[in-house]
């Protein structure tokens, strides 16, 4: 069992930055690949970033199409976190951000179903 907790979520002006932490508690992130998703007000949860567990080579990470280029997903097994790097933010990434933490740790997860364990989530909101 792994318990997961966001942060770092905020009200942001159109261009801006922000940078999401996923802090876990109870087993170490080294056992799991991680993954952010958002939902927009009436809207399934999306898939936004993941990243892979693997030792001795660079971690795998992979994005959805709306964010390449301007969202950056790291990890940092030593602290047990996760992070999502945003830059210039918009409108439309307004949205609870959620991290999720995924057995199959050596493979990429897009879909909520892969995922097994889920934090609360946090508030982004770019006002234009």
């Known amino acids: 069992q792994v318990h997961l907790v966001e942060s770092g979520g905020g009200l942001v002006q159109a261009g801006g930055s922000l940078r999401l932490s996923c802090a876990a508690s109870?087993?170490?992130?080294?056992?799991?690949?991680m993954g952010w998703f958002r939902q927009a007000p009436g809207k399934e949860r999306e898939f936004v970033a993941a990243?892979?567990?693997?030792?001795?080579?660079?971690?795998?990470?992979d994005y959805a199409d709306s964010v390449k280029g301007r969202f950056t997903i790291s990890r940092d097994n030593a602290k047990n976190t996760v992070y999502l790097r945003m830059n210039s933010l918009k409108p439309e990434d307004t949205a609870v951000y959620f991290c999720?933490?995924?057995?199959?740790?050596?493979?990429?997860?897009?879909?909520?179903?892969?995922?097994?364990?889920w934090g609360q989530g946090t508030q982004v909101t770019v006002s234009s």
């Open positions: 990243i892979t567990w693997s030792v001795g080579s660079p971690y795998y990470a």
């Open positions: 109870g087993r170490t992130l080294s056992s799991y690949a």
């Open positions: 999720a933490a995924r057995g199959g740790k050596y493979t990429i997860g897009v879909v909520t179903s892969a995922y097994d364990y």
